[in-house]
């Protein structure tokens, strides 16, 4: 088995067989609401054990409920959080906030995240004892990092959309559309980057013909039995013992399947590593594997989406959208500004005599505004602020008016999905529309406005001319750390560029 290099493998979470929808969410639930504390540790295990999430599972070592020690290093491998390695405090990347908002499924959560996680990555870059062992007997230096490793022998590979594209090749071809462990082992794993899946589908179709047997490295397997199961929970694959086929209702959409696969085999559409300093590397991946475009993501078809889906995906209760502000059409003309303040928790005065329980029988869910939403106006006031913009909202009616040298912007703030961007750009707009001419009226002057979407995407050719000068409207998207313009407007591109 050629590799890429001596001691190269997959190397992956050791606890995806244990992870199921209700438990990720409370984890990621009870880091949201605690995370700020400096004990935190502390009041997340006491939440997960009060929400009957987990039983109390006390260390032997230290005589202390720890779910979260066993648990939490799935979290930053999924892209739902920051490792703790790098920001001490748990913060939810903007897919964390997706699942707990309920504005993406489990499935579709591990369908997205599983086409997105590649090699060289950001959070895979320590080098084991056992791969420097390895690289020092095959006479190779040994470098900084596994991304400098990775990069250096040409590394670029998608091992979810790998293993997808050579079993769409054996539907396709009249097989069984079925891999296993050992096979994906021998014929995938030596795979260098996706285009090369042709010669991945070669070598295990030569590896069922001959009755020829090969040794496995058990470490190598024990990485590939993490992915079969890491594949398992999304909508492509079922796993059954040491093998995988493709799911039936992805069958019947093997289109759109290979679409999405196309896509992220893609070289512009992986990461690269931009910087040599290891923390600079590791907040960029998570920005970029936590924060995936609209294009990047995965939507389980509406057919599939019935009572038991609903109760399966969304451990809150339901799949949620945001209801915008008040249905109830003003009487009054006025838009009532007030200073902003962020809506979202802020640790003051720190009590760590917090009651945990109260806390968690006091959660009510959310009816108008999602977590995302909150997080996105919060970051978005800081940022204009910055640049000596006055901010303040009205709580029925405009998430954020800015004002600077008597000129005034409105913005609309839209947490998207790939199966709701449409509408939810279309309902942007008209918001935008009726709050730029209510002001119009009260102060005499138009303002701009501007529509903020939580995700990344691609506008059609037409669009930004249609924005731009049709509706006057420019587009912001906001990424893991930044905000990206859409459009050419002076404010939208001065935000883009601020630090």
């Known amino acids: 088995m050629n590799l890429p290099y001596p001691g190269y493998s997959w190397s992956f979470n050791h606890h995806m067989g244990r992870v199921n929808s209700r438990e990720l969410f409370s984890l990621l639930d009870a880091a949201y609401r605690f995370g700020k504390y400096p004990n935190y540790r502390a009041l997340v295990n006491q939440a997960l054990v009060t929400d009957g999430s987990f039983t109390a599972n006390v260390r032997s070592d230290s005589g202390q409920v720890d779910a979260w020690r066993d648990y939490q290093q799935i979290l930053p491998d999924l892209g739902l959080i920051y490792s703790t390695r790098y920001i001490k405090q748990p913060q939810l990347t903007p897919i964390g906030l997706m699942y707990i908002d309920g504005t993406i499924g489990y499935s579709e959560l591990f369908s997205t995240q599983v086409l997105a996680y590649q090699y060289p990555n950001g959070h895979k870059s320590d080098i084991s004892p056992s791969l420097k062992i ?97 594949l398992g929970q999304s909508d492509f694959a079922v796993k059954e013992r040491n093998s ?41 991946w998570y920005g970029f594997f936590g924060n995936p475009s609209i294009e990047s993501q995965w939507v389980t078809p509406d057919e599939l989406i019935g009572s038991e889906y609903l109760s399966d995906n969304y451990p809150d209760s339901k799949e949620s959208d945001e209801i915008d502000n008040s249905n109830i059409v003003p009487e009054i003309i006025e838009i009532n500004l007030r200073p902003f303040i962020p809506s979202i928790p802020e640790i003051s005065d720190i009590d760590d005599s917090v009651n945990v329980e109260n806390v968690i029988q006091g959660r009510m869910t959310r009816l108008e505004k999602t977590r995302q939403h909150q997080e996105i106006v919060a970051r978005l006031a800081v940022r204009l602020t910055s640049l000596s913009y006055n901010v303040s909202d ?39 529309s009726e709050y730029r001419y209510r002001r119009q009226i009260q102060t005499q002057l138009r303002p701009n406005s501007i529509l903020v979407l939580s995700n990344s995407l691609k506008l059609q050719s037409w669009e930004p001319d249609y924005f731009a000068s049709d509706v006057n409207i420019g587009i912001l998207c906001a990424k893991a750390n930044s905000f990206e313009a859409l459009t050419n407007g002076l404010i939208e591109l001065e935000i883009q560029n601020s630090v």
């Open 244 to 284: 995988l086929f493709l799911s039936p209702q992805v069958v019947n959409q093997i289109e759109q399947l290979q679409d999405v696969l196309d896509f992220h085999s893609d070289p512009v559409n992986f990461w690269m590593p931009q910087s040599s300093s290891e923390i600079e590397n590791a907040i960029s």
């Open 394 to 432: 009205d709580p029925n009616s405009v998430d954020l008016l800015a004002e600077k040298n008597g000129t005034e912007t409105i913005f609309e703030v839209k947490t998207i999905s790939r199966k709701n961007f449409r509408p939810r750009i279309r309902l942007g707009v008209g918001q935008l």
């Open 134 to 230: 390895e690289l020092s007997q095959s006479g190779m230096s040994i470098p900084a990092n596994r991304i400098e490793l990775d990069v250096d022998s040409r590394v670029l590979i998608k091992p979810g959309v790998l293993i997808l594209q050579v079993l769409v090749e054996l539907y396709r071809n009249g097989y069984a559309a079925t891999i296993d462990t050992r096979e994906c082992l021998l014929a995938l794993v030596p795979t260098i980057c996706n285009s090369d899946w042709r010669g991945s589908y070669a070598r295990l179709i030569s590896l069922r013909q001959t009755s020829e047997t090969f040794d496995v490295d058990t470490r190598r397997l024990r990485d590939v039995q993490e992915w079969f199961q890491f």
